[in-house]
C-alpha cells in the first residue's frame, strides 16, 4: 500500500473555496482506484483551542491554525501512477485546479508518502 499524506498551508479567509477544491479531489481519486481517507480541516471551536495537557508535558506543542491535511492510499504505485497519468484528463482535476488559481485558498503544500506499520 502506498499513502500520500498532504499537508496544506491555508489561507483562512477562503476556508469555502478549499472545501470545494478537496471534495473534488476525494471524488477523483476514489474514481482512480485509491482509498481517499479525507481531508482535516483546522477545527473552530474553543474545546478545541483549550484541550488541556499534552500526553507527553515538554513535548508537545499547538499546531498552527492555518493547516489542514489531506490522506489517501492507493494499492500499489502501478496504481498511484495510473492516478497520476489519468487525473489531468478529467474535469475534476481541472475545476480544481481553477479554484486554486482564482482564489489562491492555500499558500502552500507538502507532501509525504507513508508506509503503513502493522502489528
Same mark, same amino acid.
Given at each position: 500500500?502506498?499513502?500520500?499524506?498532504?499537508?496544506?498551508?491555508?489561507?483562512?479567509? /477562503?476556508?469555502?473555496?478549499?472545501? /470545494?477544491?478537496?471534495?473534488?479531489?476525494?471524488?477523483?481519486?476514489?474514481?482512480?482506484?485509491?482509498?481517499?481517507?479525507?481531508?482535516?480541516?483546522?477545527?473552530?471551536?474553543?474545546?478545541?483551542?483549550?484541550?488541556?495537557?499534552?500526553?507527553?508535558?515538554?513535548?508537545?506543542?499547538?499546531?498552527?491554525?492555518?493547516?489542514?491535511?489531506?490522506?489517501?492510499?492507493?494499492?500499489?504505485?502501478?496504481?498511484?501512477?495510473?492516478?497520476?497519468?489519468?487525473?489531468?484528463?478529467?474535469? /475534476?482535476?481541472?475545476?480544481?485546479?481553477?479554484?486554486? /488559481?482564482?482564489?489562491?485558498?492555500?499558500?502552500?503544500?507538502?507532501?509525504?508518502?507513508?508506509?503503513?506499520?502493522?502489528?
Amino acid at each position: 500500500m502506498v499513502t500520500c499524506y498532504v499537508r496544506y498551508v491555508l489561507k483562512l479567509d /477562503e476556508i469555502g473555496a478549499f472545501k /470545494e477544491y478537496a471534495q473534488l479531489w476525494i471524488r477523483l481519486i476514489n474514481r482512480l482506484g485509491g482509498t481517499h481517507h479525507g481531508y482535516f480541516l483546522p477545527a473552530d471551536d474553543e474545546k478545541a483551542k483549550n484541550h488541556g495537557r499534552f500526553s507527553f508535558p515538554g513535548l508537545g506543542s499547538e499546531g498552527p491554525p492555518d493547516v489542514a491535511v489531506a490522506v489517501f492510499s492507493f494499492p500499489d504505485w502501478e496504481t498511484y501512477e495510473f492516478y497520476r497519468r489519468e487525473a489531468e484528463k478529467h474535469h /475534476e482535476c481541472k475545476a480544481a485546479t481553477k479554484i486554486v /488559481e482564482d482564489t489562491k485558498c492555500f499558500i502552500s503544500y507538502e507532501r509525504s508518502f507513508m508506509m503503513p506499520v502493522f502489528e
